[in-house]
């Protein structure tokens, strides 16, 4: 069952789907740190939140401590390790939660949510689409708690997901401008170029993770034939 194409194919779509979801919640929990310690900063358009700050600054410490549980799932994934599935559920979970109490505090007090809806139909889907692979029929194909039996699954995995998130980062500052641009100005955009240079470095290593093997051995093959050859 293991060998089943779309039990690779599954695999590979829930450790890249994961991934995705742990990267937009580390960056959601991260991205309200300005509005927690400046609520009335933006022309008033978060004034509303300022007597709930503190419930702001919970939103940025947890959302953070999302994202790292999320990371550490996908890595968990990835490796086969005892515990990865619940390790998934749990920060899922987590996400979903403090996202939802998120959207409606944030819709009570100042009338509006994104992009924390984003967030959390991220979480909700990923978290469906896990506990769908749960079913008896699909997990003895995927189980992620063991090691597969394919090294290239693992390996592709790696790389999408690398090259997944890192598309994510170099685009997030756009896909966001319209819910973060206030007075002409797009604060997803200040970190331009962090972000640019975080997402061209994951982007790299992921295609780095698929061609480097090639590479390898393509250049073992070469120094070997020129060898024979001298010979």
Known sequence: MKNKWWAKLLHIVGIVLMSLTAAFTLMGGIGTTCVALNPTGFGGTFAGIASFQWLWILFVLIGIAAGVMGVRAVV???????????AT???????????????????ALRG??????????????????????????????????????NPRVDKNATSFALAAVGLLTLTIQFMMAPTHTLNG???????????????????????????????????????????????
């Open 76 to 86: 968990m994934l990835i490796k086969g390790k005892k515990h990865a599935y619940r």
């Open 112 to 149: 509006g949510s994104m992009p924390v809806d984003g967030v959390l139909y991220a979480n909700v889907l990923t978290l469906v689409v896990f506990l769908l692979f749960r079913i008896p029929a699909i997990w003895q194909g995927i189980n992620f708690e063991k090691p597969t039996s």
């Open 185 to 231: 100005i797009n604060y997803a955009d200040v970190w331009h170029a962090t972000l640019s240079i975080l997402g061209s470095g994951l982007v790299l290593s992921g295609i780095l993770t698929i061609l480097a093997p090639k590479l390898s051995g393509l250049s073992f093959k070469t120094l070997w034939m020129e060898k024979s050859t001298k010979q």
């Open 89 to 107: 559920i749990i920060a899922l979970l987590v996400g979903t939660i403090l996202n939802a109490v998120h959207m409606f505090a944030s819709r």
